[in-house]
T-cell receptor, first 116, second 112 residues
Framework: GDSVTQMEGPVTLSEEAFLTINCTYT??????LFWYVQYPGEGLQLLLK?????DKGSNKGFEATYRKETTSFHLEKGSVQVSDSAVYFC???????????????FGQGTILTVHP | SQTIHQWPATLVQPVGSPLSLECTVE??????LYWYRQAAGRGLQLLFY??????ISSEVPQNLSASRPQDRQFILSSKKLLLSDSGFYLC???????????FGPGTRLTVT
């Protein structure tokens, strides 16, 4: 079945450091890819997405590029802030119809802590 | 605008007790609805989804059930809770299977 694998956490960085959170996927077909963020005590929010190969999703200084050849969707940010401390989830959604009904398949999540 | 509500926010229940978690969506009609669970140290897992009133699909066999008695209401239930039911339960909605899923604030359930 479809699956998503994220790098193990937790990740601890100093403010203004460069962030990379690795995400790879396995899917039969061409999924859409997502990064969700969960701030402490809150539900999930969509951070960015990409729907086809070579698409780059970006939001709030975060970026991720859909790499079909390496089945990856790594999340990056050039300079993290304390307010970026959260749990980050990579997810995929398969395409049209069938029995997927828009089901999201998530990775296990990566806890990011940014210190001043 | 659309909003999604979940309650209660937190719940502590003894093993063997019943469960009812409620999710309601405002500002849209005939949404797709989803229940996810986030167990400690694990990722999110889809439990149930619904494309219409009375239409429930289960992703994982378990101790839980779901119902959709009204268009914008989605209920997660159990007759007898297990310790392994502890976790963070998230409800989500989308306009259709292609659209973004919007998540509620979640319910943290601790079974003791």
């Amino acid at each position: 079945g479809d699956s998503v694998t994220q790098m193990e956490g937790p990740v601890t960085l100093s403010e203004e450091a460069f962030l990379t959170i690795n995400c790879t996927y396995t899917a039969t077909g061409y999924p859409s890819l997502f990064w969700y963020v969960q701030y402490p005590g809150e539900g999930l929010q969509l951070l960015l997405k990409a729907t086809k190969a070579d698409d780059k999703g970006s939001n709030k200084g975060f970026e991720a590029t859909y790499r079909k050849e390496t089945t990856s969707f790594h999340l990056e940010k050039g300079s993290v802030q304390v307010s970026d401390s959260a749990v980050y989830f990579c997810a995929l959604r398969m395409g049209a119809g069938g029995t997927s009904y828009g089901k999201l398949t998530f990775g296990q999540g990566t806890i990011l802590t940014v210190h001043p | 605008s659309q909003t999604i509500h979940q309650w209660p926010a937190t719940l502590v229940q003894p093993v063997g007790s019943p469960l009812s978690l409620e999710c309601t969506v405002e500002g849209t009609s005939n949404p797709n609805l989803y229940w996810y669970r986030q167990a400690a140290g694990r990722g999110l897992q889809l439990l149930f989804y619904s494309v219409g009133i009375g239409q429930i699909s289960s992703e994982v066999p378990q101790n839980l059930s779901a119902s959709r008695p009204q268009d914008r209401q989605f209920i997660l239930s159990s007759k007898k809770l297990l310790l392994s039911d502890s976790g963070f339960y998230l409800c989500a909605w989308s306009a259709d299977y292609r659209s973004e899923q919007y998540f509620g604030p979640g319910t943290r359930l601790t079974v003791t």
